[in-house]
């Protein structure tokens, strides 16, 4: 079945550091491929996305690039702030089943100044 | 930006009761969805709605879940019985165009 996998963490990371949080995924057919975050106490804001293989999304200073041959959707941003600190939920829909997003356990990040 | 809003925020209840989510979805968007979230854990789809009626639905929806679109602006999610184990923050989702799914806040429940 269709499956995102993605480091759970808790990530901690210091202000101006570089962030990656690994998502690989499982899926039939071509997905497309998101990136969600959760800020505290609030819901589900999409940050980027990715439609078909070689893709990049980018928002905010974030990027994630659709690699087809490792089926991965890596999240990075160059230089992270403390308003950065959040939950990243990768994400994945398909064509064969459009009705649902499938979400990965979610990523928390803490950035500490 | 046009945006889904929820209410209530939050709503605690108890045990056995019936609640009713209510969701405002984008204007022009014509698929629903709901998920839910407990506590630490991921986000499951629950239910969509196409067309006045539901497209899917998961295991979790069961007979005690319904969904309604009484008017052309709201999307409700019933509970009519509920258990402690319904406590999770729900959102729900729209769409145009059956791909990139928009959320909305969510609503906290919890069941005492």
């Known amino acids: 079945g269709n499956s995102v996998t993605q480091m759970e963490g808790p990530v901690t990371l210091s202000e101006e550091a570089f962030l990656t949080i690994n998502c690989t995924y499982t899926?039939?057919?071509?997905?497309?491929l998101f990136w969600y975050v959760q800020y505290p106490g609030e819901g589900l804001q999409l940050l980027l996305k990715?439609?078909?293989?070689?893709d990049k999304g980018s928002n905010k200073g974030f990027e994630a690039t659709y690699r087809k041959e490792t089926t991965s959707f890596h999240l990075e941003k160059g230089s992270v702030q403390v308003s950065d600190s959040a939950v990243y939920f990768c994400?994945?829909?398909?064509?064969?089943?459009?009705?649902?997003?499938?979400f990965g356990p979610g990523t928390s990040l803490s950035v500490i100044p | 930006e046009p945006e889904v809003t929820q209410t209530p925020s939050h709503q605690v209840t108890q045990m056995g009761q019936e609640v009713i989510l209510r969701c405002v979805p984008i204007?022009?968007?014509?698929?629903f969805y709901w998920y839910r979230q407990i506590l630490g854990q991921k986000v499951e789809f629950l239910v969509s709605?196409?067309?006045?009626?539901?497209?899917?639905k998961s295991e979790i929806f069961d007979d005690q879940f319904s969904v309604e679109r009484p008017d052309g602006s709201n999307f409700t999610l019933k509970i009519r019985s509920t258990k402690l184990e319904d406590s999770a923050m729900y959102f729900c989702?729209?769409?145009?165009?059956?791909?990139?799914?928009?959320f909305g806040p969510g609503t906290r429940l919890l069941v005492l």
């Open positions: 204007s022009n968007h014509l698929y």
């Open positions: 994400a994945l829909i398909t064509k064969t089943s459009y009705d649902k997003v499938i």
């Open positions: 709605f196409y067309n006045n009626e539901i497209s899917e």
């Open positions: 990715a439609t078909k293989a070689d």
């Open positions: 899926a039939t057919g071509y997905p497309s």
């Open positions: 989702a729209s769409t145009q165009l059956q791909e990139t799914q928009y």
